[in-house]
């Protein structure tokens, strides 16, 4: 009996020793693929956010490409493009990243430490963090750090919208400026049907609504009312105003910072874009009783705001504006916008 209870105490100790020799394996397994899941799962968000930061960076160079000008040539798009991609880091990871100016075929030409070459169009970044692993480090052979990266281009483009939702029709040949003074152009043509803005005409704040200048169409109660009926027009081609004082709202948001939005009804202290007539000879403005009809060839884009009598409502003219690229907008075309294009600019991702 002694000795069954014996035989019986070998065998439980033995089954014990196997026991935990099986925890101890199965414990280091789990922690492994714990471990394993961490890291992996670390380094999927990291590639994640290290994408984000060439996009967004891609994004804010092109952005300062659209701020070249004749008066502001010495733009470097470095600063910018380095803010975004260093706010995008990803805990203490070590991050690098290289930038060029490209043009429409994506050929890479300065570095962006540099100003903006002449043929460029936009920005395209990569971006590389490396970061040391958590648990994967303890087990031999595996790796102690892992690096991620990601790439990013954006081009600039020229946005055309109908332009035919804005409740004023502005003389882009001859505007009256507040505060008195000769009128003066907002629009110049090209001599081939396109039109451009006049450089003097940029900042300047002019009378939309009230007393305003109404391109010789001898409609003395035109007050740059413009008719509800013009919604879904293209420019260039006739745009109804009306006699009128009462102004609607701007039918669509304007996708940018400021822009008007769609559902106010008496929209001021905001961005809209107002179609721009012009009396070149060829097509003056008709009058025919409560109907004016005028061409329109342009847009322009104005921050509009109210004033006193006799003007009810002024407009200061922008130059470039970015915009957000709005929904349905077509897919970015090469050879739609070059440096030092004013107007209505979209930034959009291409690769």
């Not at 509800?228 to 105003?241: D, E, L, R, T, V």
Request: charged content about 15%.
């Amino acid at each position: 009996m002694i000795e069954r209870v014996r035989f019986f105490s070998k065998q439980s100790r033995a089954h014990q020793g196997q026991i935990i020799i099986f925890v101890a394996v199965v414990a280091v397994s789990m922690i492994g693929m714990i471990g394993l899941a961490i890291d992996l799962g670390y380094t999927f968000a990291e590639k994640r956010t290290v994408q984000n930061a060439a996009d967004a960076a891609s994004a804010a160079g092109t952005r300062v490409v659209t701020q070249w000008s004749t008066t502001n040539n010495a733009v470097i798009a470095q600063t910018d493009v380095a803010n975004i991609v260093k706010a995008n880091n990803m805990g203490n990871a070590t991050q690098t990243f290289s930038c060029f100016y490209v043009d429409d075929t994506g050929k890479k030409l300065d570095a962006c430490s540099k100003t903006v070459p002449a043929t460029a169009t936009g920005v395209t970044v990569s971006v590389s963090e490396t970061h040391n692993t958590f648990f994967m480090r303890i087990f031999p052979g595996a790796p102690k750090t892992v690096t991620t990266s990601a790439s990013a281009t954006a081009h600039a483009q020229i946005v055309t919208p109908d332009g035919s939702d804005g409740p004023f029709i502005v003389c882009g040949s001859s505007a009256n400026v507040v505060g008195g003074g000769s009128p003066i152009p907002i629009i110049f043509p090209n001599g081939d049907g396109t039109y451009r803005l006049n450089p003097d005409a940029i900042g300047q704040t002019f009378e939309v609504h009230g007393k305003i200048d109404d391109c010789n169409a001898k409609a003395n109660d035109y007050k740059g009312v413009a008719a509800n009926s013009n919604y879904g027009n293209k420019i260039p081609g006739w745009f109804a105003g009306t006699n009128g004082e009462r102004t609607g709202p701007v039918r669509e948001r304007v996708q940018g910072v400021q822009g008007c939005a769609s559902s106010d009804a008496y929209p001021v202290n905001c961005i809209m874009y107002l179609p721009l007539s012009y009396d070149d000879g060829s097509h003056p403005p008709q009058s025919n009783g409560n109907n004016i009809s005028f061409y329109t060839v342009a847009y322009g884009v104005f921050r509009v705001s109210g004033c006193s009598q006799p003007c009810k409502h002024q407009a200061t003219l922008i130059g470039k504006y970015i915009i957000d690229a709005p929904g349905g907008m077509p897919a970015w075309q090469p050879a739609t916008w070059k440096r030092g294009d004013n107007g209505i600019i979209a930034i959009r991702l291409t690769k």
